[in-house]
């Protein structure tokens, strides 16, 4: 078996380069104007576009 050579600081960090942590994009719902993730629905008032719509309701427990 061969001896384990030393990685260099730029092959490791180029390795990872891909696992940095990116912010969440968010868009403005186009009906009650609250943040939303984009092609999702509007966790607010259910909005996903001029056709669809879901039903928001307070969960009890």
Same mark, same amino acid.
């Given at each position: 078996?061969? !001896?384990?050579?030393?990685? $260099? *600081?730029?092959?490791?960090?180029?390795?990872?380069?891909?696992?940095? @942590?990116?912010?969440?994009?968010?868009?403005?719902? !186009?009906?009650?104007?609250? $943040? *939303?993730?984009?092609?999702?629905?509007?966790?607010?008032?259910?909005? @996903?576009?001029?056709?669809?719509?879901?039903?928001?309701?307070?969960?009890?427990?």
């Amino acid at each position: 078996m061969l !001896p384990v050579t030393k990685k $260099s *600081k730029m092959r490791k960090r180029t390795r990872r380069s891909h696992l940095a @942590v990116r912010p969440v994009h968010l868009i403005p719902c !186009p009906q009650c104007s609250q $943040s *939303k993730l984009p092609h999702a629905a509007c966790p607010n008032c259910g909005y @996903v576009n001029a056709h669809t719509r879901i039903k928001v309701g307070t969960q009890e427990s």
